[in-house]
Nanobody, 115 residues
Framework: QVQLVESGGGLVQPGGSLRLSCTAS????????MGWYRQAPGKQRELVAHISGVGSTNYADSVKGRFTISRDNAKNTVYLQMNSLKPEDTAEYYC?????????WGKGTLVTVSS
């Protein structure tokens, strides 16, 4: 029942910025926890950033001070603003939300940081 669609990935130079967007279906978005995960080639999927239904956030240590997660409930959208990007940020980025005990994921958007 829940559908998540990411956008905003692409190729960016080290030190550059990108903003990812995730648009969600349904009326659960306004109260649900939301998160961004990423998976680099040959590595496990890892949490990047999380935001609760009331706006509380947390981040992976590797992105603190560089990434910001936010949400716009009127647009059913969660964002990930990524600044000062590094080559090690290269990964497929996935939007996530729980719904009645199930994990729901977007299909992902690829971020490549390279000169």
């Amino acid at each position: 029942q829940v559908q998540l669609v990411e956008s905003g990935g692409g190729l960016v130079q080290p030190g550059g910025s990108l903003r990812l967007s995730c648009t969600a279906s349904g009326n659960i978005f306004s109260i649900n926890d939301m998160g961004w995960y990423r998976q680099a080639p040959g590595k496990q999927r890892e949490l990047v950033a999380h935001i609760s239904g009331v706006g509380s956030t947390n981040y992976a240590d590797s992105v603190k001070g560089r990434f910001t997660i936010s949400r716009d409930n009127a647009k059913n959208t969660v964002y990930l603003q990524m600044n000062s990007l590094k080559p090690e940020d290269t990964a497929e980025y996935y939007c996530w939300t729980p719904y009645y005990g199930m994990d729901y994921w977007g299909k992902g958007t690829l971020v490549t940081v390279s000169s």
